[in-house]
C-alpha cells in the first residue's frame, strides 16, 4: 500500500506553546489529506478535511484559528496546535487519499501530543 | 444513535480461534467498508476494502457486508498473538470514512 509519513512520532510541549505536526505522501500525490484526533480507547474523529491550495474544511465544534491546517503541496499537509493547553493532548493521526474515485486512504502513524 | 456501533470489548481468545468481530451502522447511504487494524499508539492500517455486499477474503481475513442487516462483519482465522490489536470498521459515502470506537482483541498463546 502507499506510504503516508507523519513526523513528529511524540512531541510535549509547554502550554501556551504551538506545535507543528506534519503529514507526508510518499509515493503518491495526495489532493485531500484528513486529520484525525483519537482519544484513548475511542474512535478516530475527523477534525478536517485539507484540499490542496485551498482552505482547509473543518468539522462542526473544531475551532480553525486553534488548529491551522496548510495543505501547501500535493505532498505534504501541516496541522500547527497554537495556544496549546494540556486538553489538547491527544493522538492527532493524518490520512491521504490518491485522487481518483474508490480509492481509501492511507494513514501515517500518528503524532503523540503531551502539553504540560 | 451513533451512526457506527462497534463493541470495544476487550475480545480475549486463545491462538488458533477464529474470531468474528462485528459493527452495525444505520445509514443506509453508506457504499463503502473498510477494517482497519491498529497497534498500539500507531496509526490504523487497513486490511479490507469493499463496496458491496457479500464476502471478501485476503489470507485469514474475511470481510462479510450485509447491506439488508447494516451489518458488517471481519473474521479471522487461526488467530495469532501478533493479532491481538484494536481492530476499527470505518465506512463512507464518499470518501470520508466514519469510524467505530474499534474493538480490542487479544489472542493469548
Known amino acids: 500500500g502507499a506510504v503516508v509519513s507523519q513526523h513528529p512520532s511524540w512531541v510535549i510541549c509547554k502550554s501556551g506553546t504551538s506545535v507543528k505536526i506534519e503529514c507526508r505522501s510518499l509515493?503518491?500525490?495526495?489532493?485531500?489529506m484528513f486529520w484525525y484526533r483519537q482519544f484513548p480507547k475511542q474512535s478516530l474523529m475527523l477534525m478536517a478535511t485539507?484540499?490542496?491550495?485551498?482552505?482547509?474544511?473543518?468539522e462542526q465544534g473544531v475551532e480553525k484559528d486553534k488548529f491551522l491546517i496548510n495543505h501547501a503541496s500535493l505532498t505534504l499537509s501541516t496541522l500547527t496546535v497554537t495556544s496549546a493547553h494540556p486538553e489538547d493532548s491527544s493522538f492527532y493521526i493524518c490520512?491521504?487519499?490518491?485522487?481518483?474515485?474508490?480509492?481509501?486512504?492511507?494513514f501515517g502513524q500518528g503524532t503523540r501530543l503531551t502539553v504540560v | 444513535q451513533k451512526e457506527v456501533e462497534q463493541d470495544p470489548g476487550p475480545l480475549s481468545v486463545p491462538e488458533g480461534a477464529i474470531v468474528s468481530l462485528n459493527c452495525t451502522y444505520s445509514?443506509?447511504?453508506?457504499?463503502?467498508f473498510m477494517w482497519y487494524r491498529q497497534y498500539s499508539r500507531k496509526g490504523p492500517e487497513l486490511l479490507m476494502y469493499?463496496?458491496?455486499?457479500g464476502n471478501k477474503e485476503d489470507g485469514r481475513f474475511t470481510a462479510q457486508v450485509d447491506k439488508s442487516s447494516k451489518y458488517i462483519s471481519l473474521f479471522i482465522r487461526d488467530s495469532q498473538p501478533s493479532d491481538s490489536a484494536t481492530y476499527l470498521c470505518?465506512?463512507?459515502?464518499?470518501?470520508?470514512?466514519?469510524f467505530g470506537r474499534g474493538t480490542s482483541l487479544i489472542v493469548h498463546p
Open positions: 470505518a465506512m463512507s459515502r464518499s470518501y470520508i470514512p466514519t
Open positions: 445509514n443506509s447511504a453508506f457504499q463503502y
Open positions: 469493499t463496496y458491496s455486499s
Open positions: 490520512s491521504a487519499r490518491p485522487p481518483g474515485e474508490n480509492t481509501e486512504a492511507f
Open positions: 509515493d503518491f500525490q495526495a489532493t485531500t
Open positions: 485539507s484540499n490542496e491550495g485551498s482552505k482547509a474544511t473543518y
